[in-house]
């Protein structure tokens, strides 16, 4: 099992910057793809990106694509987002999660979840 705690988030102007954290306690780290979700408010809860255990492979949401990046070190358990050029609608609920079974897609292999930060960008 892995505990997962996010951080970063905050309140920004559109066209700022911000990096999440994600910091994983427990066992085998290396051996869970992660990903990065978020759900806006009223909102279904969405992948914005994904990475493979190595963190060779990395996947986004079209809508994130170019302005986000997720990344991994697994000597410090910690994956990250840095988020680019942030606008309104990428205000949400951001949560990372870990799937053991190394698939990057979807949603229902992601087994363990953070609680989440919240980013809010202003226009």
């Known amino acids: 099992q892995v505990q997962l705690v996010e951080s970063g988030g905050g309140l920004v102007q559109a066209g700022d910057s911000l990096r999440l954290s994600c910091a994983a306690s427990g066992r085998a780290f290396s051996t869970y793809a992660m990903g990065w979700f978020r759900q806006p408010p009223g909102k279904e809860r969405n992948r914005v990106a994904a990475?493979?255990?190595?963190?060779?492979?990395?996947t986004y949401a079209d809508s994130v694509k170019g302005r986000f990046t997720i990344s991994r070190d697994n000597a410090k358990n910690t994956v990250y987002l840095q988020m680019n050029s942030l606008k309104p609608e990428d205000t949400a609920v951001y949560y990372c999660?870990?799937?053991?079974?190394?698939?990057?897609?979807?949603?229902?292999?992601?087994?363990?979840w953070g609680q989440g930060t919240q980013v809010t960008v202003s226009s």
């Open positions: 990475i493979s255990r190595s963190g060779g492979v990395t």
């Open positions: 999660a870990a799937n053991p079974g190394g698939g990057l897609y979807g949603s229902s292999g992601y087994a363990y």
